[in-house]
Every structure is written in structure tokens, then in C-alpha cells.
């Protein structure tokens, strides 16, 4: 049954929409900037999740953890897809504190690069050279960032 399943989600869900060189610039939840090309020479993840989503809560923790460790090689950025004003998901972030940078994304203009969500949560992870080396749909854990990046 459960390969069956995952034939099927296969077959529903469309290619990822992330270009295959993205572009990122976004404001942060503390008024700085994110620029993925800022991050050049590094990993970095860009996570789509939100407040209500119960696996987006179960996989921030490993995302976090991983980010701290490989701090040097890794950077990351949450992006916040939900109708909410800042002080609510900074409250939130204060019960759920992250090693990396939030932003709320616009749901109506997501950006252009990374194009809406698939569903929740959605990570892609950046090579050190720009290109996008791997799409998440569903949770992940630290293993399957340490897989993708070849950081253990």
C-alpha cells in the first residue's frame, strides 16, 4: 500500500518549480536582507513551511540542528508560507527558536525562482556553486540534508 501511494504521489505532483541556478532575495524577519547569492561557496537550504504545519514543526528542529553544526558550509533560510503578521511568527519563533533566518513569504507572489510550494514543507537545497541539488516534498531530517550535502 504504501508504495502504491507513493507511485501515485509521483505521479499527481508536478516537476518542482525552482529554477535549476535560483535567485533569492528576501527580508528577514529582523529587517535584514537574505540574498542566496550572498551564500556563494556554501550549502544552503531553503525551507517552505509554516506555523500549522504539524511535519513543517517535526523537521525544523533537525533543519536548525544541522544549519548550527555546519555553520561555516551551510546556510538556510525559512520561508514562512502563511497569511501571518511578523509578531506572530516572531512570538512562535520564540517558542520554537531557529539557527537561521525567517522570512514571510507572500503567498499571492511567492518568489519568482522558487515559484509556490507543493505542499509543506518543501526544502531545496542550493550547491556551493548555485545550482539546485536537491527537492524535498514532506519532511526530511538531518540525515537526508547530511546525504545531500556530503556533511556528516
Known amino acids: 500500500m504504501k508504495i ?3 507511485l501515485l504521489l509521483v505521479a499527481v505532483v508536478p ?3 525552482a529554477a535549476p541556478n535560483p535567485q533569492l532575495s528576501v ?3 529582523d529587517g535584514s536582507t537574505f ?3 550572498a551564500h556563494k561557496g556554501k550549502w ?3 525551507n517552505y513551511w509554516a506555523t500549522w504545519c504539524s511535519p513543517c514543526l517535526k523537521e525544523l ?3 536548525s540542528a544541522f544549519v548550527a553544526a555546519h555553520k561555516d558550509k551551510v546556510a538556510a533560510i525559512g520561508l514562512d508560507y502563511e497569511d501571518a503578521e511578523p509578531a506572530d511568527i516572531q512570538k512562535f519563533l520564540k517558542t520554537h527558536p531557529l539557527s537561521y533566518p525567517v522570512s514571510i513569504v507572500d503567498i499571492d507572489n511567492p518568489p519568482a525562482d522558487f ?3 507543493k505542499g509543506l514543507p518543501n526544502t531545496y537545497v542550493i550547491a556551493p556553486d548555485g545550482h539546485l541539488a536537491k527537492t524535498f516534498l514532506g519532511p526530511l ?12
Not at 144 to 150: E, S
Request: proline residues 6%; glycine residues 6%; charged residues 20%.
Open 35 to 37: 540574498d542566496l547569492a
Open 27 to 29: 527580508k528577514t524577519l
Open 115 to 117: 515559484g509556490a510550494p
Open 61 to 63: 528542529p533537525d533543519i
Open 44 to 46: 544552503v537550504i531553503v
Open 4 to 6: 502504491l501511494f507513493a
Open 15 to 17: 516537476a518542482f518549480a
Open 141 to 152: 531530517q538531518a540525515k537526508d540534508l547530511a546525504d545531500a550535502t556530503g556533511l556528516r
